[in-house]
């Protein structure tokens, strides 16, 4: 007995000289912890965001591959590398700089190029929130590949994705976002809302890639002599279908990781984003149901991406019943757009242009008709300032580029390479080696036992050119 009471006097002892030599907390000393708790969970959730929109690469590559055919489904995934790999040393170089560099004339910043913002022990931010402003940049280069899909020149698509990342993008982004580091732009000071990017990422990505599908003109075969459209069939539906739901997940990165905190804002913008995205998917299903007679899956597939773009500007401005209602008209849109650009002959083979470009701007505009804190004429109107400024910046600038490089290294393949596939002509490869795929037929179905002969092939290729 007497031995444990001593054991328990050692013990107290002991705790109180632990006790005695810490510092007792206080207000203060609380704040401070707290602050550093909500710091790192901060840094945290803006990478994991950075994640998630760094997985819509494969969902983009996805989609785009699906929905075209197999004889060029390496180039597409080149296309979609490069588009990240050289678009990130491109912003980190370049393009960062003039989108939140200092700027004193509100219309792009002139410092923090090759990130020299950031320097050993000092504040790492700068890190983190370029990580996830680069993988916004990829998002907005990479739209622009499925519009100029099966017929692109692979070093001339190098060319415009360094100029996107480097320029037109981080130029537009600068007058919209700036304020978010170090910028301030001149669009966002008139009370621009476009809280994730429906104009800012996702219009410019649809302008220039309308630019680039004029510029190229329509793939062979796509439209007859008399005007009619020929459906040039996707290869894999379901590989285009899993990069949809890829997309639909990289989106709630996307939109909800653009609080850069974490804080419980997210809360309703994850479901503003999850609500828009199936309005939209819905209502394009039935509009094609109503106009094709069938459910059609790519329009449905493309509906539930068009209500993503959508709700992206007001995803964190709008009620649940709002998101609703933009998803749907942007589902009804996409589907209306899509044959639209089919009519005036610009060839499309994703509907990029129609999802990106079109419904970006429809999100921007609902971001002040249905803000949840009232609108009124001048919020609109400011919206609509912003809608047409991406547009007139982003359409002739990539129009000229385009141009330009068509000029000079060349933009579209010739004839017989379109017709071989770009998967051998531009890479050497082939992405199903264990199956027969058809070069000069328009639907990228099974080649026929005789194509096998390379004379025989080479005459189809040539017969082919000459009638189209």
Same mark, same amino acid.
């Given at each position: ?47 994991? /965001? ?106 001339? +698509?190098?060319? +415009? ?19 978010? +580091? ?94 828009? /995205? ?153 992405? +199903? ?36």
């Amino acid at each position: 007995m007497k031995s444990l009471i001593i054991s328990g006097l050692l013990v107290f002892i002991s705790f109180a000289g632990a006790w005695a030599g810490d510092e007792t907390p206080t207000v203060l000393t609380n704040k401070e912890a707290i602050g550093l708790v909500q710091t790192h969970a901060d840094y945290v959730w803006t990478l994991v /965001a950075a994640a998630l929109v760094f997985f819509m690469q494969a969902g983009f590559a996805m989609v785009e591959a699906g929905f075209t055919r197999a004889k060029n489904a390496i180039n597409i995934m080149m296309k979609n590398l490069m588009d990240f790999s050289m678009g990130s040393l491109a912003f980190w170089a370049v393009g960062f700089g003039l989108m939140f560099g200092v700027s004193k004339t509100g219309w792009f910043g002139a410092s923090g190029f090759f990130l020299s913002d950031f320097s050993p022990g000092g504040d790492p931010w700068v890190l983190a929130f370029w990580m996830f402003q680069v993988v916004f940049a990829a998002t907005a280069a990479t739209i622009v590949s499925g519009a100029m899909a099966e017929r692109t020149k692979f070093s001339g +698509y190098l060319i +415009y994705s360094i100029l996107i990342s480097a320029l037109i993008y981080p130029i537009f982004g600068s007058w919209a976002w700036g304020s978010l +580091y170090k910028g301030s732009g001149w669009l966002e000071n008139l009370g621009f809302i476009d809280f994730a990017g429906s104009t800012v990422v996702h219009s410019v990505g649809g302008w220039a890639a309308l630019a680039g599908a004029i510029v190229l003109g329509p793939r062979l075969g796509k439209y007859t002599k008399d005007g009619k459209v020929k459906p040039i069939l996707g290869h894999n539906i379901p590989l285009a279908a899993l990069g949809v739901f890829i997309l639909w997940l990289g989106w709630f990165g996307f939109n909800p990781g653009s609080t850069t905190a974490a804080n419980k804002d997210i809360a309703m913008i994850f479901v503003n984003t999850n609500l828009a /995205a199936a309005a939209g998917a819905i209502l394009a299903m039935f509009m094609s149901w109503i106009k094709f007679g069938k459910p059609e899956v790519g329009m449905s597939l493309n509906g539930a991406l068009a209500g993503l773009v959508a709700i992206t500007s007001p995803c964190a401005s709008v009620t649940p019943m709002s998101a609703v209602m933009i998803g749907a008209i942007a589902g009804v849109i996409v589907v209306f757009s899509v044959l639209f650009f089919d009519k005036i002959r610009v060839d499309d083979p994703v509907g990029a242009i129609s999802v990106h470009g079109v419904c970006g701007a429809w999100g921007t505009l609902a971001a002040g008709i249905f803000n949840i804190g009232g609108t009124t004429m001048k919020i609109i109107g400011v919206q609509l300032l912003g809608i047409s400024a991406c547009f007139l910046w982003v359409f002739p600038t990539a129009f000229v580029m385009f141009k330009l490089i068509d000029r000079t290294i060349g933009l579209r393949v010739s004839p017989e390479e379109e017709l071989e596939g770009l998967d051998f002509t531009e890479h050497g490869g082939n992405a +199903y080696p264990d199956f027969d795929i058809s070069h000069s037929g328009g639907m990228g179905s099974v080649a026929p036992a005789f194509a096998k002969s390379e004379a025989v092939a080479g005459k189809m290729v040539r017969k082919t050119a000459e009638q189209t």
